[in-house]
Nanobody, 125 residues
Framework: QVKLVQSGGGLVQAGGSLKLSCAASGRTFNAMSWFRQAPGPRYEFVAVINLSGSHIYYADFVKGRFTISRDNAKNTVYLQMNNLKPEDTAVYYC????????????????????WGQGAQVTVSS
């Protein structure tokens, strides 16, 4: 069946690194993205990449620290997180869509039809 399965996450000290993975099955997705949710109801855009890798966008607060990539042979998207800060603490979700929704749409969580189960990332000070 169509699903996204995440791995990674955990507890790390400030300045440390973590790598998240999200493996898709059942479909090939164009847009593959990462969102995060701190305590509260809102999803915050982190990064997105399209199928060919020609479009990559990051939220301002992660530029220079996080890197999104994908391996289409494995149908997997990754988020390498370096120089983590306590304010990065959140549940991180991968999200995917069959179509590329454009630059603005790709950063809008309500437009994504498929979601991973989430992974807790906790950064201690």
């Amino acid at each position: 069946q169509v699903k996204l399965v995440q791995s990674g996450g955990g507890l790390v000290q400030a300045g440390g690194s973590l790598k998240l993975s999200c493996a898709a099955s059942g479909r090939t997705f164009n847009a593959m993205s990462w969102f995060r949710q701190a305590p509260g109801p809102r999803y915050e855009f982190v990064a997105v990449i399209n199928l060919s890798g020609s479009h990559i966008y990051y939220a301002d607060f992660v530029k220079g620290r996080f890197t999104i990539s994908r391996d289409n042979a494995k149908n997997t998207v990754y988020l390498q997180m370096n120089n983590l800060k306590p304010e990065d603490t959140a549940v991180y979700y991968c999200a995917a869509d069959l179509q590329w929704p454009g630059a603005t749409g790709a950063a809008t969580h309500t437009l994504y039809d498929y979601w991973g189960q989430g992974a807790q990332v906790t950064v201690s000070s």
